[in-house]
């Protein structure tokens, strides 16, 4: 699968407080990546990066958990590997609001 990864994302945050903790509740992964997304890169994934696919006509952000390097590399095209989790970024459909009564 090949997405760009977005720049300008890192004002954006959600309920769960980092993009790392959002991906960890859902993406469906039992247990932390052993490796960076980007396919042949071995580097210890460190952030969750906001990407979206590309080809696809599906515009909706993603998270996945890439490398400070391949983090850095915005606005580029990556592959990913095939196994790997990705967590959507819409948090209306996945964040339990902040209740505020
Ligand atoms: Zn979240
Ligand atoms: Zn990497």
Not at 2 to 25: A, F
Not at 42 to 47: D, G, S
Not at 71 to 88: P, V
């Amino acid at each position: 699968m090949w997405v760009m990864n977005l720049n300008n994302t890192s004002g954006k945050t959600c309920t769960c407080g980092s993009w790392t903790k959002h991906w960890e509740r859902y993406s469906g992964a039992r247990s932390w990546p052993l490796k960076c997304g980007t396919k042949g890169c071995p580097n210890i994934p460190a952030v969750g990066a906001h990407v979206k696919q590309v080809g696809t006509g599906d515009h909706l952000h993603t998270i996945v958990m890439l490398c400070r390097g391949c983090n850095n590399r915005f606005g580029q095209q990556l592959e990913l590997e095939s196994y790997i989790r990705l967590a959507r970024a819409n948090i209306r459909e996945t964040c339990t609001p902040l209740v505020t009564w």
